[in-house]
């Protein structure tokens, strides 16, 4: 037995292959075959072969100081270009009037970014067209920089250049610095435009002048603190100090600008909303996953992962674009919410005495809303904001997960296959929205109701909460069923045990069911609202509550009377568009009546350009002369008013005229009614006949 394992011991070290097979599965059969062994073995050859990169970056690290003199023979041609630090002095003083040029042409372009500064932004494709202008802006003076670096390069340091022919090691070293000083400056200035601390307009995080600029500075000092120690171990590797010591300053920048970068956004967090906030903590995992792949991908792979980095850059930088995108597309759909087309409905004014009522179109001529509306197309465009939030968070955490070789389809399964983690994920997502639907349609449902010309509160308060609670109920329903069965319940029994309930509850209570119709149809055909006075058969009083069953009628002595919908049939409604409020005023038989008429409509007029009492009149006063009575005139006063207006406008008509006729010496008549005396000395046959109302009165 001690033979066939010395036997086996020996074959598995003369096989690799195979003794990793044996591991492979000694482990799998631990943990029955699933993932999580594999797994396991694939985080222990990482952290072995992670721990032999860094014994191997240390040690050679600790060789880089003993290859100075060979550094500088190879950056001088072992001396015929001079000292090393005449070499390095050239091509600083290179760089040095390359950026002057670039300075230039900053300054160059100063007026046109003052220009893009004063022009309004009020529609997404301007706002996309203006950022992009700004964005080229910015970006010239790196690509003057770049292109003055070549052309001086060319012009100084190739074979015949005027100062001296540079060296292969020199030529890498020079590139090197110039392309990585371009690129930083690019990638300073893409992520720099979210802030455009020079153009609010074009801002896409909502901050302050202020708090602009000093983000701006705070992403100057990152980009340099991680540029500079970079360029030097740039220079290092062109210099053949090795891989180790470049190696370990890029690693231990890397440490330090993720403290800054986080920092940062540390004390950026207060001062964002809205969508900021979600970018605000992609930014911060990415801090995170960006700083683990690329330590990983400096100590383990030839070349630093440029493309992770600038493909972060470029995510984290055109998110908020997007959104401010997004922003100013709602903004338009906001506008054409609030904008009252053709908004008209047909109401009936009296005419004249003895004329039928005629048909009139009222439009609603507001440009802005009321504010029921403005506030409810806000909540509207608010919701549609954050569910576009979401998408763009879901898409950029999506696609910076694969730039960061995160294999989310691995971890969530195949669409056949899928494992725990993922129909979770599935189920949270249709949760989700199931959530925003219901948003949309609560929020939709508020601007319908909003845009209403007559009374558009009354009739949102009416009806907004029971369709609200019903499209809750449907909503969630339906989201709960579609989230069991991406779980992997059965709802099969559930949808036929609802079915068997709505039979039974269709049959055994048919009132209920007529009253549910009766009052699905009231509110539908908008009947009556919260806040109308009605009459319905024996009950009467003011719409102070509706459920799905009752309407409760508050009686103006303070009962309330609780009426199903079945029960009201005819129904009266006191409290629509205007109503008519007449009121008879006696005065003496010997008044003129022209007279009369006069002083009343002077006061309708002066009713009119009363400040508080116009809004409520309709129609002006008037007076005619209804009646003649033994011993008075009856005069009717009759005015138009909203409904529940006419008591107000009546008190203030009343005070008035009693004023008026003061002024005028103008009585009012006696309530003691005339009496006719007949002279006995008179034969009867002689009598004239006298009047019905003369006789009336005198019996």
């Known amino acids: 037995m001690a033979d066939a394992a010395s036997t086996a011991a020996s074959t598995a070290a003369a096989n690799p292959t195979v003794a990793d097979q044996a591991a492979h599965g000694a482990v799998t059969h631990t943990f029955g075959g699933q993932p999580f062994g594999r797994m396991m073995i694939h985080l222990g050859h990482s952290t072995n072969e992670l721990w032999m990169a860094v014994k191997t970056m240390v040690a050679d690290a600790v060789k880089a100081p003993g290859m100075r003199h060979q550094a500088a023979t190879l950056l001088t041609n072992n001396g015929d270009l001079g000292s090393a630090g005449w070499v390095l002095f050239c091509l600083a003083a290179m760089l040095v009037v390359a950026l002057l040029g670039a300075a230039i042409v900053f300054w160059l372009a100063g007026p046109e970014r003052r220009r893009l500064a004063q022009i309004p932004v009020d529609r997404a494709g301007k706002g996309v067209l203006l950022g992009l202008e700004g964005l080229v802006l910015d970006l010239l003076p790196p690509a003057a920089f770049l292109i003055g670096s070549g052309l001086l390069y060319n012009l100084c340091f190739t074979a015949h250049g005027l100062i001296f022919p540079a060296t292969d090691v020199f030529q890498g070293f020079a590139n090197a610095f110039i392309q990585s000083t371009t690129v930083g400056w690019a990638a300073f200035i893409i992520l720099s435009q979210p802030f455009a601390a020079d153009r609010p307009n074009l801002r896409m995080v909502p901050i302050d002048d202020a708090e602009a600029h000093r983000a701006r500075a705070t992403l100057a000092r990152i980009v340099a603190v991680a540029m500079g120690p970079y360029l030097v171990a740039e220079g290092l590797y062109f210099l053949w100090f090795g891989d180790g010591l470049p190696h370990l300053i890029i690693i231990t920048t890397s440490f330090v600008v993720g403290y800054m970068c986080l920092r940062a956004l540390h004390k950026l967090r207060p001062h964002l909303t809205g969508f900021a906030r979600y970018w605000h903590s992609l930014a911060v995992l990415s801090v995170f996953g960006l700083g683990a792949t690329w330590v990983l991908g400096v100590l383990l792979l030839p070349l630093p992962p440029f493309d992770r980095v600038l493909g972060t850059l470029i995510v984290l930088a055109a998110m908020p674009a997007f959104d401010s995108m997004i922003a100013l597309a709602l903004r338009q759909v906001k506008a054409r919410l609030l904008r009252r087309t053709a908004a008209q409905q047909m109401i009936f004014v009296p005419g004249e005495e003895g004329e039928p009522l005629q048909a009139v179109a009222r439009t609603a001529s507001s440009q802005q809303g009321t504010d029921e509306q403005i506030r409810a197309t806000d909540a509207f465009t608010d919701v549609l904001h954050y569910a576009a939030s979401w998408v763009l968070l879901i898409a950029a955490g999506a696609f910076l997960a694969r730039l960061w070789s995160f294999d989310f389809i691995r971890i969530l399964g195949a669409r056949d296959a899928r494992t725990f983690v993922g129909v979770l ?254 002279h006995a000395g008179q034969p009867a046959a002689a009598e004239p006949l006298q009047p019905v109302e003369e006789v009336r009165a005198a019996e």
């Not at 009856?634 to 009693?658: D, L």
């Open 425 to 678: 994920f599935d189920a949270g997502i249709t949760l989700l929205i199931g959530w925003y639907v219901w948003r949309l349609f609560e929020t939709g449902l508020a601007v319908a109701l909003s845009r209403e010309v007559n009374g558009p509160g009354s009739r949102a308060s009416t009806v907004q909460p029971l369709l609200r609670s019903i499209g809750m109920i449907v909503i969630a329903v339906v989201a709960l069923m579609w989230a069991f069965s991406v779980l992997g319940l059965n709802i099969g029994p559930l949808l036929a045990s609802a079915g068997v309930v709505g039979i039974a509850i269709g049959f055994g209570a048919q009132t209920l069911v007529k009253d549910l119709f009766s009052g699905a149809f009231f509110l539908i055909e908008d009947v009556f609202r919260i806040g109308d006075y009605i009459e319905a058969g024996t009950a009467k009083g003011t719409v102070e509550k509706i459920t799905f069953r009752t309407v409760a009628l508050r009686h103006q002595n303070g009962p309330l009377h609780f009426v199903p919908y079945g029960s009201l049939g005819s129904v009266r409604n006191n409290s629509r568009d205007w109503v008519i409020d007449k009121f008879e005023i006696p005065l003496p038989i010997d008044v003129e009546s022209e007279q009369v008429r006069r002083i009343v409509k002077r006061i309708g007029l002066e009713m009119l350009e009363h400040e508080e009492l116009a809004p409520f009149i309709m129609s002006p006063l008037k007076a005619k002369l209804y009646r003649i009575q033994p011993g008075a005139k009856i005069f009717r006063c009759k005015v138009q008013t909203p409904p529940g207006k006419q008591f107000e406008v009546r008190t203030e008509a009343y005070r008035r005229i009693e004023l008026a006729f003061a002024e005028a010496n103008i009585p009012f008549a006696s309530n003691i009614q005339s009496s006719v005396v007949v």
